[in-house]
């Protein structure tokens, strides 16, 4: 460890009171064209700029750069357990396929500036559309693919692409789901006409093509295969993409993205947080419509000049031993999941978990979502490797909240994401005052205090006013940003997540954060995952009600077991967190309502509990979940 290294109070203070020292050094992680002339301007609060007058560019960094050396190494990893297929891409390899697609993206006329929407699902061809978008200055802006018609509709006519590009389908379970006609009906719907629609014909589905609009990416990449489309070199501050992302209105959100900072942050957060070596494999199971995905599937991997896996497919398919059957093939030395993901792992026989040779692996990484303790134990004992948790948002593209063990090795608390990481200086804030709270244990919203670090979002796409009255003005008294989250922080600096501030819910004038009560819960050794909501009580203002899903739900067919189970239940919260937490019911289910990517739809929940329209579901994973609850709450 170097004497940089020796100490991470010291890393994290200097990276804030010397803060310029200290990103001018990550600044060194990438290559410039043109070094910055200025680290950080916060002439214009809140508005950041980092690394201002430097060029570079995010596809050299990523791609290019690595030929000189690890030409002939692996660079992307594509495997799908939904079609069998499996095919490993070198940097060179990588290289060829990420030029045809830019130069097919710049015979449409997409050039530096312009935006390209990608609907696809986990092939290598979204990489290779992200990678040619920055190759040529151009902003992708990814739609998950699990995304229905009118909310791709939304992000079209808000990003207004001049390309689409996308798939005839994806594949879920074994099953296919075509994307082409929730893409048509897209179009048809939004005021925005994309010049073309790039479409991968996978052979899933028929997918028919618009004379004139829509292109086989088949038969353009035939054309442009010798292509050799430069670099451009941008500036720092030049947006590298967007991403939506939903707030508490129903319009998303554009976060909008740099190029240097970001760059600079990702290659920052290998070597201090993922410890991360050049030639080492990566697999982090996030879609590349999440920023999980865009960070640390694509670009972050790809700096360090890493291997990287892309996996289309389910972790219990074929069997729950998929995960780590690829771990010991491609001898993957980093993972980074989703505590939900291990939820789903830890109701299947653990047996698989020991079945593969994962001893290339060395830590595990798991965000997007609070893990709870007994989930971290589960797969901690399970995999005997360090398990480590970190809090992050998609405005921020990269963890706010961790260990950062490249700095200083430093033990995990499980129920807490970590220390606050370099460069964020992280605050509790009473949300009535806008006082900064300093004690210990005391609970308050998490928010940072300008400038964000490099790789934060710039700005909201086309609306500055909605960025700053969203992020930096929810606090009374102060200009500082809210990530809406409640947190506590103990005496070392351990902070722990307590849920949405838009989640909190009041019982009998006492704040509860359902969080707390869910953990509570969810240490019952016959509990496999639990969501705690706030339902009106014409009483106590509000109650909590718990949804658990069952270890063995055989066991509780009849009403005896399942009366015996949630008075229990009850006195465990009783017990733990006190009568005023207890919820007024457990109704015990098979599946929680969320989102393909693992977020609990609490509103949703919430609404049905309250037998009120649960609202938009687009994005919901199963309906039966909703369903099976409206069912039990007649
Ligand atoms: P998203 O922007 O969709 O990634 O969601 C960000 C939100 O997810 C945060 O504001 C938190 O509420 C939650 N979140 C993300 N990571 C964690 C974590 N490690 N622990 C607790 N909550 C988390």
């Not at 009374?476 to 103990?490: H, K």
Request: glycine share 8%; aromatic share 8%; net charge negative.
């Amino acid at each position: 460890m170097s004497d940089e290294h020796a100490n991470f109070a010291e890393f994290h203070r200097r990276s804030i009171e010397d803060r310029d020292a200290f990103w001018a050094e990550q600044a060194r992680l990438i290559e410039w064209q043109t070094p910055p002339q200025q680290i950080c301007d916060w002439s214009n609060p809140p508005f950041a700029r980092w690394f201002v007058g430097g060029t570079t560019n995010l596809c050299h960094n990523a791609v290019d750069r690595h030929l000189a050396e690890r030409a002939q190494q692996p660079a992307l990893i594509a495997v799908s357990s939904e079609t069998g297929s499996e095919r490993v891409y070198t940097y060179a390899e990588l290289h060829q396929e990420v030029q045809r697609m830019a130069a097919v993206l710049q015979s449409f006329g997409v050039q530096k500036g312009d935006r390209v929407l990608i609907y696809m699902p986990m092939i290598a061809e979204a990489a290779f559309a992200m990678l040619a978008c920055v190759r040529i200055g151009a902003l992708h802006s990814v739609v998950f693919g699990g995304f229905a018609s009118s909310s791709l509709a939304t992000r079209i006519e808000d990003a207004e692409p001049r390309v689409i590009v996308s798939a005839d389908a994806g594949s879920r379970g074994g099953k296919v789901v075509p994307y082409k006609p929730l893409l048509d009906e897209a179009l048809a719907l939004s005021s925005h006409k994309p010049e073309a629609v790039v479409l991968v014909d996978r052979g899933l589905a028929p997918a028919a093509l618009q004379s004139g609009r829509d292109h086989d990416w088949a038969a353009l990449r035939e054309q442009h295969l010798d292509a050799q489309v430069p670099c451009v070199w941008v500036e720092a501050t030049h947006p590298s993409y967007t991403l939506y992302t939903s707030g508490t209105t129903g319009r998303p959100k554009g976060v909008q993205r740099d190029t240097g900072g970001y760059a600079v942050a990702l290659a920052a957060s290998m070597r201090h947080i993922f410890m991360a070596e050049p030639g080492q494999t990566y697999f982090c199971t996030s879609d590349i419509g999440w920023v999980v995905g865009h960070s640390y599937i694509i670009y972050a991997p790809l700096l360090a000049g890493m291997a990287t896996v892309m996996y289309e497919g389910l972790p219990i398919r074929p069997d729950a031993g998929i995960w780590w059957s690829l771990v010991e093939k491609y001898r993957v030395t980093h993972m980074f999941s989703a505590p939900t993901a291990v939820r789903v792992l830890k109701k299947q026989d653990p047996e698989y978990l020991r079945k593969h040779d994962i001893s290339s692996l060395k830590a595990l990484w798991l965000a997007g979502e609070p893990l709870d303790e007994p989930t971290a134990n589960w797969i901690s004992d399970a995999l005997r490797i360090p398990i480590i948790d970190n809090y992050w948002q998609t405005e921020t593209g990269w963890p706010i909240l961790t260990l950062c063990n490249g700095v200083q090795p430093q033990p995990s608390r499980f129920g807490s994401p970590g220390k606050a990481v370099y460069g964020y200086n992280v605050k509790l804030i009473d949300e009535a005052t806008g006082e900064e709270l300093t004690e210990p244990n005391q609970k308050g919203v998490v928010a940072i205090e300008g400038p964000l670090p490099p790789g934060c979002l710039q700005t909201v796409w086309r609306d500055d006013a909605r960025f700053v009255e969203t992020y930096w003005k929810s606090i009374p008294n102060r200009l500082i940003y809210s990530t809406f989250d409640w947190g506590i922080r103990d005496a070392d600096g351990y902070y722990f997540i307590l849920g949405r501030t838009d989640d909190v819910i009041n019982v009998a004038g006492h704040r509860l954060g359902t969080r707390e009560i869910e953990e509570c819960i969810a240490g019952h050794p016959r509990i496999a995952e639990v969501a705690v909501v706030g339902v009106a009580d014409t009483l106590k203002g509000q109650s909590a009600m718990a949804f658990a899903v069952p270890r063995d739900a055989a066991g509780l067919q009849d009403e005896a077991a399942r009366q015996a189970l949630e008075a229990e239940i009850m006195k465990r919260v009783d017990a733990q967190l006190g009568a005023v937490a207890r919820p007024s019911r457990v109704l015990f289910v098979n599946l929680l309502p969320k989102t393909r990517s693992g977020k609990l739809l609490r509103r949703a929940l919430q609404a049905v509990a309250e037998r009120r329209d649960p609202g938009d579901l687009t994005t919901m994973e199963d309906p039966a979940a909703l369903r099976e609850i409206q069912a039990q709450l007649g």
